[in-house]
């Protein structure tokens, strides 16, 4: 099987080596596509990988047939349709710590630039002006520097910062004062941030929650003569806002290295003296290219070798070791999704997923999404996958539910899937036992100790004598070999299951053959 990627924006030569290196993998490099000649040609790629100029948008995604993975190299996704991705099952990947360090570097850059007018003084004498008075700067030292988005380049910009004597108050609604604390940078609300710095850069993704986070509201709180970076993304200033506030003196300079509509090759902000600005190069290093151009190709590597991806955007991400821990729970988390899917036919409502014993330390939303998965493919089909399983059963309105205990019950571990659909209820429990591999130990509430694999035939019947063996005549008659079975009751007479192993797949004209036997309810045929 050859899978086909796409890299449709210009990326490091060296760092995609892992991809060309792959003898499954073949690339193809087109940096200069229309997003109608992109429309056009995606269908046949099973990968995409590109930087901030691609726009994977809602639309791209519709004729992206076989597309399955999109790469990001860098980390801002707000050019991907992520929900659309994950509706289609395409899981997105990026590479968040290549470039921390040189979107730090060109903040600072960026920071000292404005502080001491070198552009501006560099492009006067370029045209042939030896001019002091009109650039006199202000010094970093113990002034302010405002930093909004803690996160990883907001960090470095922090000791950075410091590095030159500023004092840094940092806003982040996602972290902890004590974490701030702990780093000795001061936290503070947002109001706070933007009364008290004479620097504000933005450190946050584009979101909602961020659009026009600093807008003429905030520019009102700032002080008078407050100087504005941002190196993270267009639309986390306003732009407008940002003009007005340059005009009438609030904002004395701003470095821009983002715009809300890239590419520009006009903009009003860049008529103004106090503006400098650089195109989109806060990951532009030699380093920070190779390097996030090796993360996500080798990210597409592990996802077509079926490995764990290190950098999923939409959905989260397990380090290998705790993956290659939960690998067999995995697999019976799935044969418990398909057994149980299969005894339960109706319209479902809710599922739980329930871990108890061992695996209850351990992050297992793993399992919540396998499961899911296993049983919405049997209503869904095959395009049901691990990224968009969560998102389609939210959409459907089935709830999901997800638990952890500590309760070990009598084994050491313990995964219950509990469904609930517009007629009833089902529920299963598998373990793994320590060097015999998996079990499964109760179904709808009666014991079985069966191994999860092969050809089972599941029977619901009533307790009389006789069943079992005219159950075995029959299936003699078709030559069918049981290998193993299983009988568990709820009283003397009353309903009762069979739980048959058999040594082949049985034909559907020998399991109605069954269904019409007097005493039996209801009989499945599953392979495993
Ligand atoms: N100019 C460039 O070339 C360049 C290069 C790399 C990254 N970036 C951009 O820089 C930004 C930050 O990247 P990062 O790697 O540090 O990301 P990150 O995820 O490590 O950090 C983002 C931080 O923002 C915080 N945040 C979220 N919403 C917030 C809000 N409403 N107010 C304040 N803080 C909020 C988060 O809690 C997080 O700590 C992103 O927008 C990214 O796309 C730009
Ligand atoms: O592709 C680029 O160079 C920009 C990357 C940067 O904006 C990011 O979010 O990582």
Redesign the pocket.
């Known amino acids: 099987m050859t899978y086909n990627i796409l890299i449709s924006d210009p990326l490091h030569k060296e760092g995609i080596t892992p991809l060309l290196n792959h003898k499954d993998i073949h690339v193809d490099i087109h940096t200069d596509l229309t997003s109608e000649q992109l429309v056009a040609k995606i269908g046949s790629y099973d990968g995409l990988l590109v930087r901030?100029q691609t726009q994977v948008t809602k639309e791209l995604l519709e004729h992206a047939r076989n597309l399955k993975i999109v790469g990001r190299a860098?980390?801002?996704v707000?050019n991907i349709d992520l929900d659309a991705a994950t509706e289609r099952g395409i899981i997105v990947v990026n590479a968040?710590n290549a470039?921390?360090n040189?979107?730090a570097e060109?903040t600072m850059a960026m920071i000292m630039a404005l502080s001491r007018k070198i552009p501006q003084a560099y492009f006067a004498l370029k045209n042939h002006q030896w001019d002091r008075k009109n650039y006199v700067g202000v010094e970093l030292k113990n002034k302010t520097l405002g930093i909004?988005?803690?996160?990883?380049?907001?960090?470095e910009v922090a000791y950075r910062a410091k590095g030159q004597r500023m004092k840094v108050f940092a806003?982040?609604?996602?972290?902890s004062p004590e974490k701030a604390e702990k780093m000795g940078i001061a936290f503070g609300t947002?109001e706070e941030v933007l009364k008290t710095s004479d620097f504000i850069t933005v450190?946050?993704?584009?979101?909602k929650?961020?659009k026009h986070?600093i807008n003429e509201e905030a520019f009102n709180l700032m002080k008078p003569g407050v100087q504005i970076v941002n190196?993270?993304?267009g639309g986390?200033i306003d732009e407008e806002a940002l003009y007005k506030a340059i005009i009438s003196k609030k904002v004395a300079g701003a470095a821009l290295?983002?715009f809300e509509k890239e590419p520009i090759h006009h903009h009003v902000l860049l008529e103004l003296p106090e503006v400098i600005a650089t195109p989109?190069?806060?990951?532009?290093t030699v380093e920070?290219q190779k390097n996030v151009t090796i993360d996500v190709s080798e990210d597409v590597v592990n996802f077509f070798a079926g490995d764990v991806v290190r950098n999923p955007v939409n959905i989260p991400s397990l380090p290998l070791d705790t993956m290659n821990k939960l690998a067999h729970h995995l697999t019976l988390a799935e044969k418990l999704g398909t057994l149980l899917i299969h005894l339960t036919e109706e319209a479902i409502e809710e599922i739980s997923v329930i871990f108890a014993g061992d695996l209850s330390d351990m992050e297992v939303s793993a399992f919540t999404r396998r499961t899911v998965r296993t049983i919405l493919r049997r209503h869904l089909g095959p395009h049901v996958n691990e990224v968009n399983a969560l998102y389609l059963a939210k959409k459907r309105g089935i709830i999901i539910h997800q638990g952890k205990t500590s309760e070990k019950n009598d084994f050491t571990n313990l995964l219950t899937l509990h469904l609930k659909t517009t007629s009833g209820t089902g529920c299963i429990s598998g373990t793994i036992l320590n060097g015999l591999g998996a079990r499964i130990v109760e179904i709808n509430g009666y014991r079985v100790d069966i191994i999860p694999e092969g050809h089972i035939v599941f029977i619901h019947h009533t307790d009389q004598p006789g069943v079992i063996g005219r159950l075995g005549s029959l299936l003699a008659e078709y030559n069918i070999n049981i290998a193993t079975m299983q009988v568990d009751r709820s009283d003397v007479g009353g309903d009762a299951i069979m739980v048959l192993k058999i040594d082949r797949k049985i034909d559907i004209h020998v399991v109605h053959e069954i269904q019409a036997m007097m005493e039996i309810n209801d009989v499945k045929a599953i392979d495993l």
């Open positions: 901030s860098g980390v801002g707000d968040p470039n921390t040189s979107a060109h909004i988005g803690l996160g990883r380049i907001g960090t806003y982040d609604p996602f972290l947002l450190h946050t993704p584009l979101m929650e961020t986070l190196c993270a993304r986390i290295d983002v989109h190069l806060g990951a532009s920070a």
